[in-house]
T-cell receptor, first 115, second 117 residues
Framework: DAKTTQPNSMESNEEEPVHLPCNHSTISGTDYIHWYRQLPSQGPEYVIHGLTSNVNNRMASLAIAEDRKSSTLILHRATLRDAAVYYCILRDKREYGGSQGNLIFGKGTKLSVKP | SQTIHQWPATLVQPVGSPLSLECTVEGTSNPNLYWYRQAAGRGLQLLFYSVGIGQISSEVPQNLSASRPQDRQFILSSKKLLLSDSGFYLC????????????????FGQGTRLTVV
């Protein structure tokens, strides 16, 4: 499986934008880029995913490099509630159909938000 | 809507005792099901996943086993717990065939914090 590399930790100030980077230089053409986050003592929650084009939803934006070897999760205005571990994951879209169901998490980036 | 139930929320068990953690999903059919473990201060480790009844794939050799007796039920078991089995256990599901959005999202339960003493 293609792997991702993220910084171990980042800090942000409340109400400022946060850019969380992820490198995935061995990404294949059928890999989707997924982001999840895990709040303390909770299970991970889905944030966003994309393939080639930039994506926006109510939680965040995902900016994908033209060569797809890196991506950035953007939180437009960080709140204290956004303090969490953020995971960048690659998932082969061919796995969605069922025969390969694994979803592998790396170590993620621990985001701290200062008031 | 789909929901995932995982219980118990916390569990303290002595070394050598058996374990059974149960996870059920409602509101969907034929989901992919997963068991993860997170040791204190560590990342999420995928333990097992299942793409159908009776179909279990193990990611790492260990003291645990998993079963899927029904379509939306996933059970994590151990015959004899070890101290190293302590951790935060999470069950998750994702759709197959694109029933939910693109089928890309995985949804996690609230987890079971297991302490083996």
């Amino acid at each position: 499986d293609a792997k991702t590399t993220q910084p171990n930790s980042m800090e942000s100030n409340e109400e400022e934008p946060v850019h969380l980077p992820c490198n995935h230089s061995t990404i294949s053409g059928t890999d989707y880029i997924h982001w999840y986050r895990q709040l303390p003592s909770q299970g991970p929650e889905y944030v966003i995913h994309g393939l080639t084009s930039n994506v926006n939803n109510r939680m965040a934006s995902l900016a994908i490099a033209e060569d797809r070897k890196s991506s950035t999760l953007i939180l437009h205005r960080a709140t204290l509630r956004d303090a969490a571990v953020y995971y960048c994951i690659l998932r082969d879209k061919r796995e969605y159909g069922g025969s390969q169901g694994n979803l592998i998490f790396g170590k993620g980036t621990k985001l701290s938000v200062k008031p | 809507s789909q929901t995932i139930h995982q219980w118990p929320a916390t569990l303290v068990q002595p070394v050598g005792s058996p374990l059974s953690l149960e996870c059920t999903v409602e509101g969907t059919s034929n989901p992919n099901l997963y068991w993860y473990r997170q040791a204190a201060g560590r990342g999420l480790q995928l333990l097992f996943y299942s793409v159908g009844i009776g179909q279990i794939s193990s990611e790492v050799p260990q003291n645990l086993s998993a079963s899927r007796p029904q379509d939306r039920q996933f059970i994590l078991s151990s015959k004899k717990l070890l101290l190293s089995d302590s951790g935060f256990y999470l069950c998750a599901w994702s759709a197959t065939g694109g029933f939910v959005g693109t089928g890309a999202e995985a949804f996690f339960g609230q987890g079971t914090r297991l302490t083996v003493v």
